[in-house]
């Protein structure tokens, strides 16, 4: 899919609800997800898919994971190395949660930053340390739905409700209420 299909009319007119966006958009979350952990087995085994191995650890398939985002609960295969030393640092061993990840991945590239400052986002909101060549191999397995995501024809009118609220405190007939 190209990004002329991605931002059609047409592409657009086959959502009829609220759910099948968010079913759509669970779809692209577990895909970016899979592609960051593709990166990051990348990283720890020192090359990528289909080349040679200079060590004696390799791939060794995928297992199923579920984890839950945002979107709800997802179902994900983790990449795996033959001697189960590869420990990812996205969705860790026995960890099932994904808390905050779009918003990191989204402010990856809205703000331009570089790895550095990308390595420095992670450590404050996941309290661990990648490497910035481990943040390279990981975004560069996205990038390629991120470019056609940023090359899309935009709209002439987009219509945005923002809704926002206080509540304060009140007494009335000797009661403090909302």
Request: aromatic share 8%; glycine share 6%; no cysteine.
């Amino acid at each position: 899919m190209n990004a002329k299909d991605l931002m059609s009319d047409e592409f657009f007119k086959k959502f009829k609800t609220g759910q099948e966006l968010n079913d759509f958009l669970k779809q692209i979350q577990k895909r970016g997800i899979e592609k960051m952990l593709e990166g990051e087995l990348d990283e720890h085994l020192g090359y990528e898919k289909n080349h040679k191995s200079l060590i004696n650890n390799s791939r060794n398939g995928y297992a199923k994971k579920k984890v839950r985002t945002s979107y709800g609960e997802s179902e994900i295969e983790v990449p795996r190395d033959r001697d189960a030393s590869f420990n990812p640092m996205i969705i860790p061993k026995r960890g099932n949660m994904v808390e905050g990840l779009e918003n990191i991945i989204v402010s990856f590239y809205a703000k331009g930053m570089s790895n550095s400052d990308i390595q420095d986002q992670i450590r404050e909101s996941y309290d661990f340390d990648v490497s910035t060549s481990a943040i390279s191999r990981i975004t560069s397995k996205i990038i390629d739905d991120i470019v056609v995501w940023q090359n899309r024809p935009l709209e002439p009118v987009y219509l945005i409700v923002w809704m926002d609220g206080i509540v304060f405190k009140v007494r009335e007939n000797s009661k403090v209420i909302n």
